[in-house]
């Protein structure tokens, strides 16, 4: 499963899921430093939070914000 959504393509994102052995795996990148002043550069030694919702297809309640990843850069 590969995104190809434009908003995404423009700003240089991309990502892949997988399920296997009854669970999920995203991989998603993006460049360390875009240049825009509505994104965190990712370098080293700076501490931001990814979160990641899903869309499953039901009729309500179909996303779910988990708990936010803590990234850091080494």
């Known amino acids: 499963y590969a995104t190809q959504v434009k908003p ?8 892949a899921a ?3 052995d009854d669970h999920w795996t995203l ?3 993006r460049k360390i430093a875009t240049g825009s002043k509505y994104d965190v ?5 700076n501490l931001f939070y990814l979160y990641v919702s899903a869309f499953d297809h039901t009729q309500t309640r179909h996303t779910r914000h988990m708990r936010p ?3 850091l850069l080494r």
Request: net charge negative; aromatic share 14%; charged share 20%.
């Open 8 to 15: 995404f393509l423009d700003a240089g994102i991309s990502a």
């Open 18 to 20: 997988d399920w296997a």
């Open 27 to 29: 991989v998603a990148s």
């Open 41 to 45: 550069d990712f370098l080293p030694g």
């Open 69 to 71: 990843v803590e990234v």
